[in-house]
């Protein structure tokens, strides 16, 4: 089992859709937690770390749940630029591993 | 805002070269870098940790004899994929620890990437 695991994809969604993201990871000791955005053929950008109370910015929200080592990114009225992987992240420790998900594809339509 | 530069960005050359990738952080000091691989569709992989002035760190199943890492100085990394086979046909990509992570609230910064085609 991979350690931190999320749907594929890809999602296909008209613009203005609200669209979420699912990860989970598995080991318990996971210090922190992001969500990446990599666009094709680019370098991984940190989108927004994610924390236990839940946070906002903008169109994007995302959600922890540390007992149920639950992951989410819900992204409202989407827009066109939009389109691209989505990368849950865990960190372990401080100054350690970053350990990726295998991303979700997100294609948004006009 | 902190940057990483990597170099070259793009790399085609035959089969048995070596080639070698640098990492450089432009405006802070990188005691810690991170080597990744990543294959088109899939996750980026976690190749190496690059501790300057000591022997870097690879993770399980990563030849330390095909990538040999050298972090001389705390702006510099290097990767170098020995005896390169079509195989190792692959994105590149390095970042570097961020020595201020709890104020920036970004743990690594990563440089652009390197696309490695063998021919």
């Known amino acids: 089992r991979k350690e931190v695991e999320q749907d594929p994809g890809p999602f296909n969604v008209p613009e203005g859709a609200t669209v979420a993201f699912n990860c989970t990871y598995s080991?318990?000791?996971?210090?922190?937690f992001f969500w990446y955005r990599q666009d094709c053929r680019k370098e991984p950008k940190l989108l927004m770390s994610?924390?236990?109370s839940g946070n906002e910015d903008g169109r994007f929200t995302a959600q922890l749940n540390r007992a149920s080592q639950y992951i989410s990114l819900l992204i409202r009225d989407s827009k066109l630029s939009d389109s691209a992987t989505y990368l849950c992240?865990?960190?372990?420790?401080?100054?350690?591993?970053?350990?990726f998900g295998q991303g979700t594809e997100l294609s948004v339509k006009p | 805002g902190a940057v990483v530069s990597q170099h070259p960005s793009r790399v085609i050359c035959k089969s048995g070269t070596s080639v070698k990738i640098e990492c450089r952080s432009l405006?802070?000091?990188?005691?810690?870098m991170f080597w990744y691989r990543q294959f088109p569709k899939k996750s980026l992989m976690l190749m190496a940790t690059?501790?300057?002035?000591?022997?870097?760190?690879?993770e399980q199943g990563v030849e330390k004899d095909k990538f040999l890492i050298n972090h001389a100085s705390l702006t510099l990394s290097t990767l170098t994929v020995t005896s390169a086979h079509p195989e190792d046909s692959s994105f590149y990509i390095c970042?570097?620890?961020?020595?201020?992570?709890?104020?920036?609230?970004?743990?690594?910064?990563f440089g652009d990437g390197t696309r490695l085609s063998i021919l």
């Open positions: 405006d802070f000091q990188a005691t810690t």
């Open positions: 970042s570097a620890r961020d020595p201020e992570e709890y104020v920036s609230n970004q743990p690594q910064h």
């Open positions: 992240v865990v960190k372990r420790a401080a100054g350690g591993k970053l350990i």
């Open positions: 690059s501790n300057e002035g000591s022997k870097a760190t690879y």
């Open positions: 994610v924390y236990s």
């Open positions: 080991n318990s000791a996971s210090q922190s």
